[in-house]
């Protein structure tokens, strides 16, 4: 990940009932808290950016009655709010409300704006389950192509410990150095993380190859991980940290273990990528990110290979 100059905030100020609340619910209010701290650091620019997520009649029935003005100004209020407080923090920050469906709006705005990275905050489903990643969230980590942070509420407002958790492959090098620069900028633990899956394991079992073969070939398996382990904590970003990575390497089922180590850990930061070649173990949307997001109890950033574009087709 580059150096953040641009941030989007993607905020969410339907609560309840009410179209525009004040102050928006607690998950865009994280949102913005972290967005805020970023920006301190990093001396980026934010823009606090809304959409009302109305349906087509909805939006005609507001124009129809004069009331779009009314709408969109208790939107911008609250979002001159935002950029008031970051003003008074030192920060340089601006606000857009447009109308639309969220998600879409969201990923062309940033698209359009070239903006580094994409804060967005996501609502609570229970207390039995700490995070949903609802519709926004999801979509947003599908098709967005700019960086996405997706913000947990969190009482310190530092980084201690970022996990990475890394599939060995060409996007997960860009991934490791995006966790390695955000660990170096606030002096946080790296942790790098690979798991094996025990897919071909078990699929050579099951053709009755012989025990003795297995078992070279995951020798084999675990030396090759181990070797690509070694190179991505050999790149400059993690090199130049003041303190050595903690390296992990585990077999199991991804999603299982990568959230056992995010709670071992303490994470406040879990770093992937969200897209892959179909076939390779790891951050693949619809298979273990899909399985694995919901349950995840810290803020994820999430990324995409360099060649990525959406399917939008804006």
């Not at 990940?1 to 905020?11: F, R």
């Not at 990923?107 to 207390?127: F, M, N, P």
């Not at 942070?149 to 310190?156: A, D, F, S, V």
Request: aromatic share 4%; net charge negative; proline share 5%.
């Amino acid at each position: 990940m580059k150096q953040l100059d641009k941030i989007l905030v993607a905020v969410d100020l339907a609560q309840g009932d009410l179209l525009v609340s004040n102050g928006g619910p607690p998950h865009s209010q994280h949102a913005v808290q972290e967005a805020l701290w970023l920006a301190a650091g990093t001396g980026a620019k934010l823009t606090f950016f809304h959409s009302l997520d109305i349906s087509e009649k909805a939006q005609w029935l507001i124009t129809e009655e004069q009331l779009e003005n009314n709408v969109r100004d208790q939107a911008e209020e609250v979002l001159k709010q935002f950029v008031k407080r970051a003003a008074d923090e030192g920060i340089e920050a601006d606000y857009e409300v447009t109308f639309g469906r969220s998600w879409q709006q969201i990923i062309q705005k940033a698209v359009e704006g070239k903006y580094d990275l994409v804060i967005a905050g996501t609502r609570h489903q229970s207390q039995l389950r700490s995070v949903l990643f609802g519709s926004t969230g999801m979509k947003l980590l599908r098709q967005c192509p700019t960086p996405v942070w997706i913000t947990h509420p969190r009482e310190i407002r530092e980084l201690r410990s970022v996990v990475v958790a890394t599939d060995l492959t060409e996007v997960s090098n860009r991934v490791v150095d995006a966790a390695a620069t955000l660990a170096g900028k606030y002096g946080a633990q790296l942790h790098v993380l690979h798991v094996i899956h025990p897919a071909t394991t078990h699929e050579l079992r099951g053709i009755g190859l012989p025990l003795m073969r297995i078992e070279e070939h995951q020798r084999q398996e675990r030396e090759h991980a181990e070797k690509m382990l070694k190179q991505q904590v050999e790149r400059p970003t993690v090199k130049a940290l003041p303190q050595p990575p903690n390296v992990i390497l585990a077999s199991g089922e991804p999603d299982e273990v990568i959230l056992k180590t995010l709670d071992d850990l303490s994470a406040d930061v879990l770093v992937m990528a969200t897209i892959g070649r179909s076939g390779i173990p790891g951050m693949v949307i619809g298979n273990t990110a899909e399985r694995l997001l919901p349950h995840v109890r810290c803020s994820v950033l999430a990324l995409k290979p360099a060649e990525f574009v959406t399917p939008l087709g804006l």
